[in-house]
């Protein structure tokens, strides 16, 4: 997976991974470089909840997905094919230090974003 589409963006060295601690209280997800991401609290009701295992999951690989929905972005937009609006909000949202995704203005091709 290439992580050039959020390179500058301010997001942790991924990939991520999600941990179970040593104490066994908490999943913990780490970047690339070992550094704590975030503490997901973990007790043995929750031992067998898949929506709990689910949000672990997702949290682990979210700078995967938006690299991977960046990319998208931008292979689509050099064929001037718009997304919808949402789809422009939800990547820009998590990407606050980085420049705007737009929808394509005109059939050149160019990259905004």
């Known amino acids: 997976m ?7 963006s301010g997001i942790a060295n991924p990939p991520w991974k999600a941990v ?3 104490k066994g209280n908490s999943f913990d997800i780490f970047d690339n470089d070992d550094r704590l991401i975030a503490r997901v609290p973990w007790h ?3 031992m067998h909840d898949p929506e709990k295992l689910s ?4 949290i682990a690989a979210a700078p995967e997905l938006l690299a991977a929905l960046r990319e998208l972005a931008f292979h689509l937009h ?3 094919i718009p997304l919808s609006e949402k789809f422009y ?3 820009n949202k998590a990407t ?7 929808p394509p203005k ?7 974003g």
């Open 20 to 22: 179970k601690s040593s």
């Open 44 to 46: 043995s009701v929750a």
């Open 106 to 112: 005109s059939s050149t091709g160019t990259y905004t």
């Open 2 to 8: 290439s992580f050039i589409f959020i390179g500058r």
């Open 55 to 58: 949000n672990i999951a997702l």
């Open 96 to 102: 606050p230090g980085m420049p705007p995704i737009e």
């Open 78 to 80: 050099m064929k001037d």
């Open 89 to 91: 909000e939800l990547i």
